[in-house]
Protein backbone atom coordinates (compact mmCIF):
# COMPACT_ATOMS: atom_id res chain seq x y z
CA UNK A 1 0.00 0.00 0.00
CA UNK A 2 1.36 3.47 -0.85
CA UNK A 3 2.96 6.03 2.07
CA UNK A 4 -0.01 8.17 2.71
CA UNK A 5 1.20 9.70 5.89
CA UNK A 6 0.91 13.20 6.43
CA UNK A 7 4.13 14.64 7.47
CA UNK A 8 4.25 15.51 11.07
CA UNK A 9 1.55 13.00 11.64
CA UNK A 10 3.56 9.82 12.27
CA UNK A 11 1.89 6.81 11.63
CA UNK A 12 -1.86 7.79 10.49
CA UNK A 13 -2.82 7.05 7.49
CA UNK A 14 -4.66 9.69 5.43
CA UNK A 15 -8.56 9.43 4.62
CA UNK A 16 -9.64 7.53 1.41
CA UNK A 17 -12.54 8.47 -0.49
CA UNK A 18 -15.00 6.20 -2.18
CA UNK A 19 -12.73 4.88 -4.72
CA UNK A 20 -10.48 3.48 -2.69
CA UNK A 21 -8.02 6.81 -3.36
CA UNK A 22 -6.55 9.34 -1.48
CA UNK A 23 -8.84 12.39 -0.26
CA UNK A 24 -8.23 15.84 1.55
CA UNK A 25 -7.72 14.80 5.13
CA UNK A 26 -11.31 15.64 7.33
CA UNK A 27 -10.40 14.76 10.74
CA UNK A 28 -8.05 15.61 13.39
CA UNK A 29 -4.70 13.60 13.65
CA UNK A 30 -6.38 10.93 16.13
CA UNK A 31 -8.78 9.28 13.58
CA UNK A 32 -7.75 5.96 12.17
CA UNK A 33 -8.11 4.94 8.62
CA UNK A 34 -11.67 5.14 7.19
CA UNK A 35 -12.69 1.32 6.69
CA UNK A 36 -14.01 2.71 3.30
CA UNK A 37 -10.72 2.13 1.36
CA UNK A 38 -12.64 0.02 -1.17
CA UNK A 39 -13.65 0.45 -4.59
CA UNK A 40 -17.34 1.50 -5.06
CA UNK A 41 -18.43 1.41 -8.36
CA UNK A 42 -20.51 4.62 -9.58
CA UNK A 43 -22.68 2.88 -11.06
CA UNK A 44 -50.36 7.32 -1.22
CA UNK A 45 -51.46 6.45 0.94
CA UNK A 46 -50.23 4.01 3.63
CA UNK A 47 -48.50 1.10 1.64
CA UNK A 48 -48.48 -2.31 4.10
CA UNK A 49 -48.05 -6.37 4.23
CA UNK A 50 -50.95 -8.67 5.41
CA UNK A 51 -48.86 -9.32 8.50
CA UNK A 52 -49.65 -8.79 12.26
CA UNK A 53 -47.85 -5.67 11.61
CA UNK A 54 -48.74 -2.93 9.09
CA UNK A 55 -45.06 -2.01 7.56
CA UNK A 56 -44.95 1.06 6.07
CA UNK A 57 -41.50 2.47 3.63
CA UNK A 58 -39.85 4.79 5.84
CA UNK A 59 -36.70 6.66 4.70
CA UNK A 60 -34.21 7.56 7.11
CA UNK A 61 -32.10 10.56 7.14
CA UNK A 62 -28.96 10.31 8.86
CA UNK A 63 -26.38 12.91 9.52
CA UNK A 64 -23.01 12.57 7.59
CA UNK A 65 -19.95 15.04 7.06
CA UNK A 66 -17.00 16.10 4.95
CA UNK A 67 -15.45 18.37 6.77
CA UNK A 68 -11.55 19.52 6.33
CA UNK A 69 -10.64 21.45 9.99
CA UNK A 70 -7.93 20.80 11.65
CA UNK A 71 -6.12 20.50 14.88
CA UNK A 72 -5.23 24.08 14.99
CA UNK A 73 -8.39 25.41 13.56
CA UNK A 74 -10.32 23.63 16.40
CA UNK A 75 -7.83 25.45 18.63
CA UNK A 76 -7.48 28.98 17.73
CA UNK A 77 -11.57 29.40 16.50
CA UNK A 78 -15.17 28.98 17.84
CA UNK A 79 -17.23 26.67 16.49
CA UNK A 80 -19.40 29.70 14.73
CA UNK A 81 -16.32 30.34 13.15
CA UNK A 82 -15.36 27.15 12.31
CA UNK A 83 -18.48 26.86 10.55
CA UNK A 84 -19.50 23.12 12.08
CA UNK A 85 -23.15 21.98 11.24
CA UNK A 86 -24.88 22.06 15.03
CA UNK A 87 -25.92 18.68 15.89
CA UNK A 88 -29.84 19.39 17.26
CA UNK A 89 -32.27 17.19 17.90
CA UNK A 90 -34.45 16.04 15.41
CA UNK A 91 -34.84 13.64 12.65
CA UNK A 92 -37.16 12.13 9.72
CA UNK A 93 -37.74 9.74 7.33
CA UNK A 94 -39.18 8.97 3.97
CA UNK A 95 -42.16 7.28 4.49
CA UNK A 96 -42.46 6.66 0.55
CA UNK A 97 -40.16 6.08 -2.48
CA UNK A 98 -41.55 9.69 -3.49
CA UNK A 99 -41.12 11.97 -0.57
CA UNK A 100 -40.15 15.57 0.39
CA UNK A 101 -38.13 16.98 3.44
CA UNK A 102 -36.38 19.99 4.25
CA UNK A 103 -32.08 19.68 5.14
CA UNK A 104 -31.26 20.80 9.07
CA UNK A 105 -30.11 24.42 7.70
CA UNK A 106 -33.73 25.24 6.59
CA UNK A 107 -32.40 25.98 3.41
CA UNK A 108 -33.00 23.36 1.07
CA UNK A 109 -36.40 21.59 0.38
CA UNK A 110 -35.39 17.90 -0.88
CA UNK A 111 -37.56 16.06 -3.32
CA UNK A 112 -37.22 12.38 -4.08
CA UNK A 113 -39.14 10.59 -6.71
CA UNK A 114 -38.59 9.40 -10.54
CA UNK A 115 -39.17 10.77 -14.16
CA UNK A 116 -41.18 10.20 -16.94
CA UNK A 117 -39.30 7.20 -17.38
CA UNK A 118 -39.79 5.69 -13.80
CA UNK A 119 -36.03 6.66 -13.43
CA UNK A 120 -35.28 8.05 -10.42
CA UNK A 121 -34.32 11.67 -9.15
CA UNK A 122 -33.18 14.15 -6.33
CA UNK A 123 -34.64 17.48 -6.80
CA UNK A 124 -33.10 19.85 -4.12
CA UNK A 125 -34.93 23.37 -4.06
CA UNK A 126 -33.44 26.75 -2.58
CA UNK A 127 -36.10 27.71 -0.42
CA UNK A 128 -35.31 31.16 -0.08
CA UNK A 129 -35.14 31.53 -4.09
CA UNK A 130 -36.89 28.25 -5.63
CA UNK A 131 -33.68 27.36 -7.95
CA UNK A 132 -34.19 23.60 -8.28
CA UNK A 133 -31.10 21.41 -9.04
CA UNK A 134 -32.02 17.47 -10.07
CA UNK A 135 -29.96 14.78 -10.07
CA UNK A 136 -30.95 11.88 -12.37
CA UNK A 137 -30.51 8.29 -11.97
CA UNK A 138 -30.11 8.62 -7.94
CA UNK A 139 -32.42 7.85 -4.83
CA UNK A 140 -30.91 9.25 -1.52
CA UNK A 141 -29.79 7.45 1.32
CA UNK A 142 -28.90 9.89 3.77
CA UNK A 143 -28.66 13.49 5.05
CA UNK A 144 -26.34 15.25 6.96
CA UNK A 145 -26.72 17.90 10.01
CA UNK A 146 -25.07 20.33 7.21
CA UNK A 147 -26.93 20.64 3.82
CA UNK A 148 -25.11 17.56 2.26
CA UNK A 149 -26.93 14.49 0.89
CA UNK A 150 -25.63 10.95 0.24
CA UNK A 151 -26.95 9.16 -3.10
CA UNK A 152 -26.82 5.71 -4.60
CA UNK A 153 -27.39 5.32 -8.39
CA UNK A 154 -30.06 3.97 -9.07
CA UNK A 155 -31.88 3.18 -12.82
CA UNK A 156 -35.54 2.88 -13.47
CA UNK A 157 -35.58 -1.32 -13.86
CA UNK A 158 -34.00 -1.75 -10.12
CA UNK A 159 -36.41 0.72 -8.47
CA UNK A 160 -39.30 -0.81 -10.15
CA UNK A 161 -37.89 -4.33 -9.40
CA UNK A 162 -38.16 -3.06 -5.62
CA UNK A 163 -41.45 -1.18 -5.80
CA UNK A 164 -42.93 -4.62 -6.83
CA UNK A 165 -41.73 -6.49 -4.16
CA UNK A 166 -43.84 -7.31 -1.42
CA UNK A 167 -41.58 -5.03 1.37
CA UNK A 168 -41.01 -2.29 -1.21
CA UNK A 169 -38.02 -2.05 0.57
CA UNK A 170 -35.38 0.70 -1.12
CA UNK A 171 -31.92 1.96 0.05
CA UNK A 172 -32.41 5.13 2.57
CA UNK A 173 -36.31 3.99 3.29
CA UNK A 174 -37.43 2.78 6.79
CA UNK A 175 -35.16 1.78 9.32
CA UNK A 176 -32.97 -0.37 7.04
CA UNK A 177 -29.54 -0.18 5.58
CA UNK A 178 -27.08 -2.12 3.14
CA UNK A 179 -24.31 -2.55 1.31
CA UNK A 180 -24.65 -0.01 -1.36
CA UNK A 181 -23.63 -0.18 -5.07
CA UNK A 182 -21.92 2.71 -5.14
CA UNK A 183 -22.45 5.50 -2.89
CA UNK A 184 -21.86 9.62 -3.71
CA UNK A 185 -21.70 12.79 -1.80
CA UNK A 186 -23.81 16.23 -3.08
CA UNK A 187 -22.76 18.73 -0.95
CA UNK A 188 -25.65 21.57 -1.90
CA UNK A 189 -23.71 24.33 -0.51
CA UNK A 190 -21.56 23.91 -3.09
CA UNK A 191 -22.84 26.49 -5.98
CA UNK A 192 -22.99 23.98 -9.10
CA UNK A 193 -21.89 21.05 -7.48
CA UNK A 194 -23.00 17.68 -8.83
CA UNK A 195 -23.19 14.29 -6.38
CA UNK A 196 -19.27 12.82 -6.53
CA UNK A 197 -18.01 9.35 -5.80
CA UNK A 198 -14.54 11.12 -4.83
CA UNK A 199 -15.71 12.25 -1.41
CA UNK A 200 -14.08 10.80 2.05
CA UNK A 201 -16.19 8.21 3.64
CA UNK A 202 -17.18 10.05 6.15
CA UNK A 203 -19.50 12.74 7.02
CA UNK A 204 -18.48 16.28 8.26
CA UNK A 205 -18.43 16.79 12.11
CA UNK A 206 -21.00 17.83 13.66
CA UNK A 207 -20.64 20.07 16.98
CA UNK A 208 -22.89 19.71 20.17
CA UNK A 209 -23.77 22.47 22.34
CA UNK A 210 -21.14 21.70 25.00
CA UNK A 211 -18.43 22.27 22.44
CA UNK A 212 -17.68 18.64 21.73
CA UNK A 213 -17.45 17.50 18.01
CA UNK A 214 -18.82 14.25 16.30
CA UNK A 215 -17.26 12.44 13.61
CA UNK A 216 -19.32 9.79 11.88
CA UNK A 217 -17.62 7.20 9.42
CA UNK A 218 -18.95 5.12 6.85
CA UNK A 219 -17.97 1.43 6.28
CA UNK A 220 -19.63 1.02 2.20
CA UNK A 221 -19.19 -3.31 3.11
CA UNK A 222 -21.54 -2.73 6.01
CA UNK A 223 -24.04 -0.03 4.59
CA UNK A 224 -24.67 3.57 3.52
CA UNK A 225 -24.92 4.67 6.83
CA UNK A 226 -22.45 5.59 9.62
CA UNK A 227 -20.88 2.46 11.20
CA UNK A 228 -18.08 4.15 13.27
CA UNK A 229 -18.41 7.34 15.63
CA UNK A 230 -15.59 9.75 17.44
CA UNK A 231 -15.42 12.45 19.69
CA UNK A 232 -12.75 15.30 19.69
CA UNK A 233 -12.95 18.75 21.70
CA UNK A 234 -13.05 22.03 19.86
CA UNK A 235 -10.10 23.02 22.27
CA UNK A 236 -8.45 20.12 22.16
CA UNK A 237 -5.37 19.46 21.01
CA UNK A 238 -5.80 16.31 18.74
CA UNK A 239 -6.40 13.32 21.51
CA UNK A 240 -10.35 12.30 20.53
CA UNK A 241 -11.50 9.29 21.53
CA UNK A 242 -13.45 6.63 19.67
CA UNK A 243 -17.55 5.62 20.59
CA UNK A 244 -17.39 2.43 22.55
CA UNK A 245 -20.30 0.94 20.48
CA UNK A 246 -21.17 -2.67 21.36
CA UNK A 247 -19.28 -4.95 19.33
CA UNK A 248 -22.75 -6.41 17.42
CA UNK A 249 -24.22 -2.95 16.63
CA UNK A 250 -25.10 -1.93 13.34
CA UNK A 251 -24.96 1.01 11.26
CA UNK A 252 -27.06 3.40 13.26
CA UNK A 253 -28.72 6.79 12.30
CA UNK A 254 -27.05 9.47 14.44
CA UNK A 255 -30.16 11.26 15.86
CA UNK A 256 -27.78 14.30 17.27
CA UNK A 257 -26.87 15.74 20.19
CA UNK A 258 -28.45 15.88 23.49
CA UNK A 259 -29.98 19.77 24.57
CA UNK A 260 -26.90 19.72 26.86
CA UNK A 261 -24.32 18.73 24.62
CA UNK A 262 -23.00 15.75 26.36
CA UNK A 263 -24.72 13.05 24.77
CA UNK A 264 -25.32 11.87 21.47
CA UNK A 265 -28.09 8.76 20.40
CA UNK A 266 -27.89 6.61 17.89
CA UNK A 267 -30.66 4.38 16.33
CA UNK A 268 -29.73 1.10 14.99
CA UNK A 269 -30.49 0.34 11.48
CA UNK A 270 -31.08 -3.07 10.32
CA UNK A 271 -29.58 -5.13 7.08
CA UNK A 272 -32.46 -5.18 4.28
CA UNK A 273 -31.95 -8.83 3.79
CA UNK A 274 -32.23 -9.60 7.60
CA UNK A 275 -35.42 -7.40 7.50
CA UNK A 276 -37.10 -9.58 4.58
CA UNK A 277 -36.13 -12.82 5.85
CA UNK A 278 -37.33 -12.13 9.57
CA UNK A 279 -40.91 -10.61 8.03
CA UNK A 280 -41.79 -13.08 5.58
CA UNK A 281 -40.55 -16.09 8.66
CA UNK A 282 -43.03 -17.52 10.54
CA UNK A 283 -43.48 -14.70 13.24
CA UNK A 284 -44.12 -12.30 10.69
CA UNK A 285 -41.51 -9.43 13.11
CA UNK A 286 -38.90 -6.86 12.64
CA UNK A 287 -35.57 -8.25 14.19
CA UNK A 288 -35.17 -6.19 16.94
CA UNK A 289 -33.02 -2.79 16.88
CA UNK A 290 -31.64 -0.88 19.90
CA UNK A 291 -31.20 2.93 20.77
CA UNK A 292 -28.20 3.46 22.97
CA UNK A 293 -27.00 6.81 24.23
CA UNK A 294 -23.43 7.74 24.42
CA UNK A 295 -21.36 10.02 26.49
CA UNK A 296 -19.43 12.70 24.59
CA UNK A 297 -16.93 12.78 27.60
CA UNK A 298 -15.63 8.72 27.08
CA UNK A 299 -17.59 7.74 24.32
CA UNK A 300 -19.40 5.40 26.93
CA UNK A 301 -22.71 3.90 25.98
CA UNK A 302 -24.67 5.04 29.39
CA UNK A 303 -28.35 3.94 28.12
CA UNK A 304 -29.99 1.50 25.89
CA UNK A 305 -33.09 -0.17 24.90
CA UNK A 306 -34.85 -1.53 22.31
CA UNK A 307 -37.12 0.39 20.02
CA UNK A 308 -40.28 -1.42 19.04
CA UNK A 309 -41.65 -2.50 15.79
CA UNK A 310 -42.21 0.12 13.51
CA UNK A 311 -46.34 0.25 12.71
CA UNK A 312 -47.69 2.01 10.27
CA UNK A 313 -45.46 5.59 9.87
CA UNK A 314 -43.70 6.06 13.08
CA UNK A 315 -41.37 8.24 12.98
CA UNK A 316 -37.77 8.36 14.53
CA UNK A 317 -36.54 8.91 17.95
CA UNK A 318 -35.92 12.45 18.48
CA UNK A 319 -34.46 14.50 22.02
CA UNK A 320 -36.94 15.68 24.21
CA UNK A 321 -36.13 19.80 23.79
CA UNK A 322 -36.58 20.36 27.31
CA UNK A 323 -34.13 17.44 28.46
CA UNK A 324 -31.36 15.34 27.91
CA UNK A 325 -34.05 12.34 27.14
CA UNK A 326 -34.87 10.60 24.08
CA UNK A 327 -38.50 10.00 22.90
CA UNK A 328 -40.62 8.19 20.65
CA UNK A 329 -43.69 6.84 19.47
CA UNK A 330 -45.41 3.45 19.99
CA UNK A 331 -48.90 2.52 18.76
CA UNK A 332 -50.89 0.36 21.16
CA UNK A 333 -52.54 -2.85 19.92
CA UNK A 334 -55.89 -4.22 21.09
CA UNK A 335 -55.11 -7.60 22.01
CA UNK A 336 -58.67 -8.86 20.79
CA UNK A 337 -59.12 -7.03 17.53
CA UNK A 338 -56.08 -5.87 17.02
CA UNK A 339 -56.59 -2.68 16.21
CA UNK A 340 -54.76 0.73 17.28
CA UNK A 341 -56.38 1.33 20.33
CA UNK A 342 -53.69 4.56 21.42
CA UNK A 343 -50.34 5.57 21.31
CA UNK A 344 -47.25 5.65 23.77
CA UNK A 345 -45.20 8.63 23.99
CA UNK A 346 -41.58 6.32 25.49
CA UNK A 347 -38.08 8.14 26.71
CA UNK A 348 -34.79 6.85 27.80
CA UNK A 349 -32.47 9.04 29.91
CA UNK A 350 -28.69 8.56 30.45
CA UNK A 351 -28.86 7.34 33.56
CA UNK A 352 -30.86 4.17 31.79
CA UNK A 353 -34.45 4.86 33.18
CA UNK A 354 -37.42 3.86 30.35
CA UNK A 355 -40.33 6.45 31.14
CA UNK A 356 -43.24 7.23 30.19
CA UNK A 357 -43.21 11.07 28.72
CA UNK A 358 -46.84 11.47 28.75
CA UNK A 359 -46.64 11.20 32.95
CA UNK A 360 -43.40 13.44 33.08
CA UNK A 361 -45.23 16.17 31.30
CA UNK A 362 -48.88 14.85 33.24
CA UNK A 363 -50.18 15.19 29.68
CA UNK A 364 -53.76 12.97 29.58
CA UNK A 365 -54.27 11.35 26.46
CA UNK A 366 -57.00 13.08 24.11
CA UNK A 367 -60.27 10.56 23.20
CA UNK A 368 -59.21 11.54 19.75
CA UNK A 369 -55.90 9.15 20.31
CA UNK A 370 -57.75 5.83 20.86
CA UNK A 371 -59.75 6.03 17.33
CA UNK A 372 -56.56 6.25 15.00
CA UNK A 373 -54.76 3.78 12.82
CA UNK A 374 -51.46 5.86 12.78
CA UNK A 375 -49.46 8.44 14.34
CA UNK A 376 -45.92 10.32 13.46
CA UNK A 377 -43.47 11.92 15.44
CA UNK A 378 -43.39 14.59 12.92
CA UNK A 379 -40.55 16.66 14.32
CA UNK A 380 -39.19 19.39 17.17
CA UNK A 381 -39.96 22.60 17.57
CA UNK A 382 -37.08 24.07 20.17
CA UNK A 383 -38.50 27.33 20.50
CA UNK A 384 -41.62 26.75 22.51
CA UNK A 385 -39.96 23.28 23.75
CA UNK A 386 -42.33 21.20 22.07
CA UNK A 387 -42.49 17.75 20.09
CA UNK A 388 -44.80 17.50 17.01
CA UNK A 389 -47.20 14.43 16.45
CA UNK A 390 -49.31 13.61 13.93
CA UNK A 391 -52.69 11.46 14.09
CA UNK A 392 -54.26 9.72 11.01
CA UNK A 393 -58.24 11.27 10.65
CA UNK A 394 -60.63 10.50 7.40
CA UNK A 395 -59.56 13.76 5.40
CA UNK A 396 -56.32 14.82 7.17
CA UNK A 397 -53.69 14.75 9.48
CA UNK A 398 -54.47 16.43 13.33
CA UNK A 399 -51.47 18.57 14.37
CA UNK A 400 -50.36 18.10 18.30
CA UNK A 401 -47.66 19.79 20.32
CA UNK A 402 -46.68 18.15 23.46
CA UNK A 403 -44.31 19.07 26.29
CA UNK A 404 -43.67 20.11 29.83
CA UNK A 405 -46.62 22.58 28.97
CA UNK A 406 -49.10 20.10 28.21
CA UNK A 407 -50.61 18.87 24.97
CA UNK A 408 -52.14 21.40 22.29
CA UNK A 409 -54.07 20.83 19.49
CA UNK A 410 -52.88 23.01 16.67
CA UNK A 411 -54.96 22.33 13.58
CA UNK A 412 -55.13 19.79 10.51
CA UNK A 413 -53.13 19.11 7.50
CA UNK A 414 -55.08 17.93 4.30
CA UNK A 415 -54.37 14.95 2.24
CA UNK A 416 -54.38 12.63 5.35
CA UNK A 417 -50.62 11.17 4.16
CA UNK A 418 -48.43 10.44 6.93
CA UNK A 419 -44.98 11.34 5.08
CA UNK A 420 -45.09 14.80 6.13
CA UNK A 421 -42.07 16.28 8.43
CA UNK A 422 -41.74 18.82 10.34
CA UNK A 423 -38.83 21.60 10.61
CA UNK A 424 -38.81 24.64 12.10
CA UNK A 425 -38.46 27.74 10.47
CA UNK A 426 -39.75 25.98 7.35
CA UNK A 427 -43.11 24.30 9.09
CA UNK A 428 -44.25 20.95 7.75
CA UNK A 429 -43.36 19.81 4.14
CA UNK A 430 -45.49 17.07 1.94
CA UNK A 431 -45.98 15.28 -1.30
CA UNK A 432 -49.22 16.07 -2.98
CA UNK A 433 -50.97 15.63 -5.99
CA UNK A 434 -52.99 18.90 -8.03
CA UNK A 435 -55.54 18.03 -10.15
CA UNK A 436 -56.47 20.22 -13.21
CA UNK A 437 -60.09 20.60 -14.47
CA UNK A 438 -58.46 18.91 -17.88
CA UNK A 439 -58.03 15.79 -15.94
CA UNK A 440 -54.36 16.08 -16.06
CA UNK A 441 -52.39 16.02 -12.01
CA UNK A 442 -48.85 16.64 -10.90
CA UNK A 443 -46.87 15.73 -7.90
CA UNK A 444 -45.99 18.84 -6.06
CA UNK A 445 -43.95 19.21 -2.64
CA UNK A 446 -45.48 22.06 -0.60
CA UNK A 447 -45.19 23.75 2.79
CA UNK A 448 -47.78 24.42 5.54
CA UNK A 449 -46.98 26.24 9.00
CA UNK A 450 -47.86 24.65 12.59
CA UNK A 451 -51.76 25.19 12.73
CA UNK A 452 -51.74 23.64 9.17
CA UNK A 453 -52.59 26.71 7.07
CA UNK A 454 -50.23 29.29 4.86
CA UNK A 455 -49.94 26.01 2.07
CA UNK A 456 -47.03 27.18 -0.18
CA UNK A 457 -45.75 25.33 -3.19
CA UNK A 458 -42.10 25.02 -3.52
CA UNK A 459 -42.01 22.48 -6.34
CA UNK A 460 -43.86 20.91 -9.00
CA UNK A 461 -43.28 18.09 -10.96
CA UNK A 462 -44.63 16.99 -14.90
CA UNK A 463 -48.25 16.96 -15.74
CA UNK A 464 -49.34 13.70 -15.79
CA UNK A 465 -53.11 13.04 -18.07
CA UNK A 466 -55.65 11.34 -17.02
CA UNK A 467 -54.78 8.01 -18.31
CA UNK A 468 -51.95 8.24 -16.75
CA UNK A 469 -49.51 9.03 -19.33
CA UNK A 470 -46.78 12.10 -18.88
Not at 26 to 54: C, E
Not at 240 to 264: C, I, M, N, Q, W
Request: hydrophobic share 40%.
Amino acid sequence: MPDTTEPGAPGVEQPTDLQGEAAEPSLPAFAPQSAAAVAVPPARRRGGIALLIAVVVLGILGVCGLGIWGITTFATQTLEEIGLPLGLPGEEYFYYPDGAFVTYDGRFAIINTSDVAGEPQVVAVDIETGEAREAQGYTTVAVERAPVLWLTPMNAEERGERLDSDLMLMPGMGPFDEPPSGLEAWELDEGGSEPSPYAPARWRPVAGAADWIAYLEIDVLRGSQPARLLFNNSASSGEGHKAALPEDFGTFAFRGFSPSGDYVALEELTQVGEAEEAISGPEGEFPERRLIIVRAADGNVVAETILGDFYADIGPAQWAPDSDRVVWVELVFDEGTGEVSSLELKGLDPNGEELDMLEVWDIEPPGEWHSMMWAALAGVDRSSEEIVVLTDETSGNRIWTLGPGGITDRGSLPWGDSSASYREGVGFIQMETEFDNDGTSRSTAVTYDLTGGSRKVLWRGREMAGDGTW
